[in-house]
């Protein structure tokens, strides 16, 4: 009994100092809504999982080094660092904490997404299925799955929320936010496939956040506070 007691003690112990993951802001529908709306990544060998490699060989072989630099700002996912890029070195965390914390409040909704499908799909990452074909990383390893790309799909939903803060700039930050993408193919660790999923899935995800009432508020309320025109 002193043992078992031992064990309860230490378990709660434990799932104290780990706490479970928080839900979304808003929340989303189950990842099967998703993967109903978007087409499933090549199967491994057909012409388009082929045509895929060949892309990011290509795309490697032609990156300047300005290139590859730009691909490792953008795989830090600092929206601030790279959407300043669009609009200006005002653009900061001080100046805007109401859209630091909507944005952030976004983020983790699209990674709630994200995580989802990719385990849904395991699709593994150009870099570790083609390493012996001359694929390479510049952003390091990581663990987790390929499609869709968790980089493409924020930088798509940010620049989205943004255009709505700033419309007036919203071709400037959709290009900014697909080149996060792009990065991720010269980077070696996503599929040009995997990228354009991940748009799709940002603009599902939107369109959900618009139609919620609560988000369309707090939206509205950072764009009077911090984007009206002076």
């Keep these: 009994m002193k043992h078992a007691a031992k064990f309860v003690f230490l378990f709660l112990l434990l799932a104290g100092l780990c706490p479970a993951k928080e839900s979304p802001a808003w929340p989303m529908p189950p990842v099967s809504y998703f993967a109903e709306r978007i087409p499933p990544p090549p199967k491994e060998g057909d012409a388009a999982d082929l045509s895929d490699l060949e892309y990011v060989l ?43 914390a909507l944005l952030e409040k976004v983020r983790d909704t699209g990674e709630s997404v994200k995580d989802e499908l990719k385990a849904w799909y395991a699709r593994k990452r150009p870099v570790d299925a083609h390493e012996k074909d001359g694929v390479v990383s510049y952003v390091g390893r990581e663990k987790s799955f390929s499609y869709p790309s968790g980089h493409a799909l924020r930088g798509w ?38 990228t354009i999923a991940s748009r ?18 707090e939206l509205e309320k950072v764009k009077k506070a911090e984007w009206a025109q002076p």
């Design 58 to 100: 290509a795309v490697q072989a032609c990156a300047t080094s300005g290139q590859i630099a730009h691909t490792r700002m953008t795989a830090r996912l600092d929206p601030f660092e790279i959407f300043s890029e669009v609009l200006g070195p005002k653009f900061t965390t001080e100046k805007y904490p109401l859209t630091k």
């Design 157 to 194: 939903l940010t620049a989205l929320v943004l255009a709505r803060l700033d419309p007036k700039k919203k071709n400037q930050l959709l290009n900014c936010g697909a080149a996060v993408g792009w990065d991720r193919v010269v980077a070696g660790v996503h599929y040009q496939t995997d």
């Design 200 to 217: 799709a899935v940002g603009r599902l995800i939107f369109d959900k956040l618009m139609a919620d009432p609560a988000f369309a508020a």
